[in-house]
């Protein structure tokens, strides 16, 4: 069974821009979970959405968004971005919110 | 504030040592445990979980860890230690629908 895919793997953007990031659950799974990861902050959730609905939110900025689609892909958007926002962002899947998260490999955001 | 402590954030250890990596967290009621580990250049990988039952919980590669209620504590173990254990190692709380993980513990694993 393919595991959650990330597209695009690496990304560059500058201060002010904004950006798009994918991800494709594992097949069969309809929660999908965000996080973000940096050196200094380490692993904070973003968001979690189950059935195209948000379900949980962590502290960030109105500025991170998501939403998700009727076959489970989830999207997750950045807009006005700063150079704290270069991170790996990882999506994570589950069959539901009570089940284990399987992550994926990432997307490297690099704002400069 | 609901919070995951690791106790050592770099742990140098021989091959064949026995390795424990410790994780607390703060009370929240029922919670799922859980261990991820993050070898070079590879992506989180599930060590093992813990919902219920026995609160000596195997997992892949030969680890372990014990859920230890009244110390809210679930620290993990290995008997014998091989380089390739070289990773970070975090431990991670499920409260309600949300994960929260501890700051990583750095395994370097000297051949």
């Known amino acids: 069974k393919a595991g959650v895919t990330q597209t695009p793997r690496y990304l560059i953007k500058t201060r002010g821009q904004q950006v798009t990031l994918s991800c494709s659950p594992i097949s069969g799974h309809r929660s999908v979970s965000w996080y973000q990861q940096t050196p200094g902050q380490g692993l904070q959730f973003l968001f979690e959405y189950f059935s195209e609905t948000q379900r949980n939110k962590g502290n960030f900025p109105g500025r991170f968004s998501g939403r998700q689609f009727s076959n489970s892909r989830s999207e997750m958007n950045v807009s006005t971005l700063e150079l704290g926002d270069s991170a790996l962002y990882l999506c994570?899947?589950?069959?539901?919110?009570?089940?284990?998260?399987?992550f994926g490999p990432g997307t490297r955001l690099t704002v400069l | 504030a609901q919070s995951v402590s690791q106790h050592n954030h770099h742990v140098i250890l021989s091959e064949a040592a026995s390795l424990e990596l410790g994780c607390n967290y703060s009370y929240g009621g029922t919670v799922n445990l859980f261990w991820y580990v993050q070898y070079p250049g590879q992506h989180l990988q599930l060590l093992l979980k813990?919902?219920?039952?026995?609160?000596l919980v195997k997992g892949i590669k030969g680890f372990e860890a014990e859920f230890i209620k009244s110390k809210f504590s679930f620290n993990l173990r290995k008997p014998s230690v091989q380089w390739s254990d070289t990773a970070e190692y975090f431990c991670a709380v499920e409260y309600g629908n949300k994960l929260v993980f501890g700051a990583g513990t750095i395994l370097r694993v000297k051949s």
């Open positions: 994570a899947s589950s069959l539901d919110p009570t089940d284990t998260q399987y």
């Open positions: 813990y919902f219920s039952g026995d609160p």
